[in-house]
Nanobody
């Protein structure tokens, strides 16, 4: 089974930026992938998705602030997060859309006000 490893999270002040990375243990070519997040006491929600043709889609709450991209040669998907808000605080995960694989450990993003 493909393994996913997320990294790049941390503590940042409101208005700051972070870049998250998701490295897959096998090729991601031809696969749609998404970034998700889960805050304490809430369900895991999709934040952004990117298809194999580089079409992207974003949750309304992050549109215009976040950007998802991929580097198939490195089996890596990125999430550039700008103008961060305290409500962006969550554990961020990546996963394939169809079908998903086992979830990784995620990376914690904490935005202070």
């Amino acid at each position: 089974q493909v393994q996913l490893v997320e990294s790049g999270g941390g503590l940042v002040q409101a208005g700051g930026s972070l870049r998250l990375s998701c490295v897959a243990s096998r090729s991601i070519s031809g696969k749609a992938i998404g970034w998700y997040r889960q805050a304490p006491g809430t369900q895991r929600d999709v934040v952004a998705t990117i298809t194999n043709a580089d079409y992207t889609n974003y949750a309304d709450s992050v549109s215009g602030r976040f950007a998802i991209s991929r580097d198939n040669a490195k089996n890596t998907v990125y999430l550039d997060m700008n103008s961060l808000k305290p409500e962006d605080t969550a554990v961020y995960y990546c996963n394939f859309l169809f079908p998903p694989t086992a979830w990784g450990q995620g990376t914690q993003v904490t935005v202070s006000s």
